[in-house]
């Protein structure tokens, strides 16, 4: 049986107050769904972490950072924070490879591999996102795009390191947009990167890994996307930011978790 994660992808939005009412919301809310059956994590924007982390001191959210320099060392590197310096600021996980990342910010898959070792050698847990374009998809790409993504990211990871990744389908079609791929869709994506998965390290360690869908999740569609055999939770962008939809994002996550 694999955890779910949801995990909530605040981007570049928020600010102290709206920070301290969302994470105050959720702390009483997941409280009350018993929301044990998944782990949450929330990935503020860098400069709140300190923050958001004494608001959930006591909690069951975990805190993760957006982004991370692909240098170990310390040094002169302008604007970078470490794998290291996110440990220290109390955070376990960190997303790497977002498209976002990827499209704006010239992330290559090189670049994506790199930081996933940086952030395993630190002891964080990376959610590698991976995705397609719509112009990908229509173009019959999705299965080489998406599955090339995962080999490069991964193929340099033992075995133990990758047991510690978790996965991110996110179509970049269906970020922010609205659209959401369908849950069939989702789930032969899904079952595809298993199979990667299954590829590079062995059925046993497909089996273990969590997938997590991201794409206009929201507390109308979690629950149909989350029912997929392959599908273990969300990363969610926009319905991230009010406490209401996230709650009853993790709550559609835990009842699927009860039942399978
Ligand atoms: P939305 O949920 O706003 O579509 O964003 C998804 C995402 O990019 C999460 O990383």
């Not at 105050?24 to 809310?29: D, K, Q, R």
């Not at 990211?153 to 079609?173: F, H, I, N, Q, T």
Request: charge should be negative.
């Amino acid at each position: 049986m694999r955890k779910a994660l949801v995990a909530a992808n605040w981007k570049m939005n928020g600010r102290r107050s709206a920070n301290e009412k969302l994470i105050a919301a959720l702390v009483a809310g997941l409280d009350q769904a018993k929301a044990g059956a998944v782990d949450v994590v929330v990935f503020p924007p860098a400069v709140y972490l300190a923050d958001v982390r004494q608001m959930v001191s006591g909690s069951m959210i975990e805190l993760g950072a957006q982004n991370v320099s692909l240098e170990s060392l310390d040094g002169a590197f302008t604007g970078e924070c470490s794998a290291q310096m996110f440990c220290d600021a109390g955070c376990g996980w960190v997303l790497v490879g977002h498209s976002e990342r990827r499209a704006m910010f010239g992330e290559t898959e090189d670049v994506v591999a790199a930081k996933m070792r940086a952030a395993l050698d630190a002891d964080l847990s990376p959610v590698l996102c991976v995705g397609e374009t719509l112009e990908q998809r229509q173009g019959g790409a999705l299965e080489q795009v998406v599955s090339s993504q995962v080999v490069s990211a991964l193929s340099s990871l033992s075995v133990p390191m990758l047991s510690r990744v978790v996965l991110a389908y996110e179509p970049v079609w269906a970020i922010g947009s609205g659209l959401t791929a369908s849950p069939e869709q989702a789930q032969e994506v899904h079952e595809m990167i298993r199979a990667v998965v299954a590829g590079m390290g062995g059925e046993e360690l497909a089996q273990k890994i969590r997938i997590v869908y991201g794409g206009s999740v929201s507390a109308a569609n979690a629950e149909l996307i989350f029912a997929q055999p392959d599908i273990d939770g969300g990363l969610v962008g926009g319905a991230s930011l009010k406490a209401e939809d996230f709650l009853a994002i993790c709550r559609a996550s835990a009842d699927q978790a009860a039942v399978g």
